[in-house]
């Protein structure tokens, strides 16, 4: 098994390395034609530590050279963005430097036009795609529950998904964060998962609980963990630092708010993964409640929505899908789950899962936005 795991690795590097140098090939011929270079020594050089930048962040965070690692951490997250797109740009580049080459153009001309056209789109996508991970939305969706809620009518709530708080992002969105949902003036906050990105340490550091704690509804702020809660492996410290800014997890458990609803927070799917206990079933978290009560869960991953309107659940939120954060990437999420992003009405059950307000990895969406959900509840009785 431990050699099977390290094969994978192995495989993995290999074919990351091969990608990165096909990479760096590109950019060589580009530039050496361009500026007439000759050595690639310092070239290469430059190329391996941003295609490792990552790997070496990562490896150095816990040391001394931690501000270093982080800078390291934030440039390689941008590399996997620069990876992704030049592998869908490059080829065609290439094919249609082959075609200019063979039309007899001279190879100053159509190296330094493609590989320009090419730099082009490849930064126009980086600018587009980090306005899009910094600049959130608001989508609003307008549901219907056919079940009295004591004396509430309506319902407001805001949910936001995905908020990867850590090394890239931080404060500075958390203030879009608060702004955003305040515009919404919601009765219930959610966040459906995913509050950290992996690590606790840089919110600790950081003392993003001052922006966080900012969030405010009158009938409660509530979440539940999500899978890079588990892979940090710190959800203890990660509840606690929640409970002191007034945010409660629900872990596989459920409230009753305002004697009128029952929130119900499931823990990750990944818990078991990762040294802890298993999660309950649907059935199981919702037996000992009124179920003539509207019934809302928190579930971050969208894997469960069949089991959820069997279940008799009126409302679902979830996120991690990101819906791919980059395109083409939604058609993978698309054939994972039953609803990647947005809304599907499935019996009884309104599901809602939310591309995310931040982002894992580089900080650039393609085909995706940074959002908060804004929904829009009716209690009607018969």
């Known amino acids: 098994m431990k050699f099977r795991f390290i094969a994978i690795i192995f495989g993995v590097l290999l074919v ?29 050089l430059f190329l391996c530590l941003i295609a490792y930048a990552y790997l070496i962040g990562r490896a150095a965070y816990r040391t001394p050279l931690r501000p270093v ?91 936001a998904s995905d908020l990867h708080l850590g090394n ?38 950081k003392n993003m609980s001052s922006e966080l704690g900012k969030l405010n509804a009158p009938l409660g702020v509530y979440a539940v963990t999500g899978n890079h809660e588990y892979i940090g492996r710190k959800v203890p410290e990660f509840i606690k630092a929640m409970d002191e800014i007034g945010i409660r997890v629900l872990m596989d458990e459920s409230a009753l708010v305002a004697d009128s609803f029952y929130l119900i927070g499931r823990k990750d799917k990944a818990s078991a993964g990762f040294g802890a206990d298993g999660r309950m079933t649907i059935r199981d978290l919702i037996s000992p409640l009124d179920q003539s009560k509207p019934l809302i869960m928190l579930d971050h991953q969208p894997s469960d929505i069949a089991k959820a309107a069997e279940n008799g659940i009126d409302i679902s939120v979830s996120g991690h899908t990101h819906r791919g954060q980059m395109m083409p ?54």
């Open 168 to 205: 890239i992002v931080g404060n500075k969105h958390l203030k879009r964060l608060v702004r955003t949902i305040d515009q919404i003036k919601p009765d219930l906050i959610l966040l459906p998962g995913d509050i950290l990105d992996d690590d606790i340490e840089p919110y600790l550091r």
């Open 69 to 159: 690692a982080e800078a390291f951490k934030i440039i390689g997250s941008y590399w996997f963005a620069v990876l992704e797109y030049a592998v869908l740009i490059l080829p065609p580049a290439n094919v249609l430097a082959l075609i200019l080459k063979a039309a007899g153009v001279n190879s100053d001309i159509y190296i330094i036009g493609v590989g320009s056209i090419a730099l082009l789109l490849m930064a126009v996508l980086l600018l587009r795609g980090s306005w899009n991970a910094w600049s959130p939305v608001i989508r609003t969706y307008q549901v219907t529950v056919p079940k009295p809620a004591g004396e509430l009518k309506k319902l407001t709530i805001a949910m």
């Open 16 to 44: 990351y390395s091969g990608i990165s140098f096909y990479i760096g090939w590109n950019g060589w011929l580009f530039l050496s034609t361009l500026l007439k270079l000759e050595s690639a020594g310092w070239y290469t």
């Open 329 to 382: 990437n939604h058609l993978i999420t698309r054939r994972l789950f039953e609803l990647d992003w947005g809304y599907l009405k499935k019996g009884g059950l309104h599901a809602i899962v939310s591309s995310g307000f931040g982002t894992w990895g580089p900080p650039v969406r393609i085909g995706s936005r940074s959002e908060v959900v804004h929904i829009e509840v009716e209690f009607v009785t018969a």
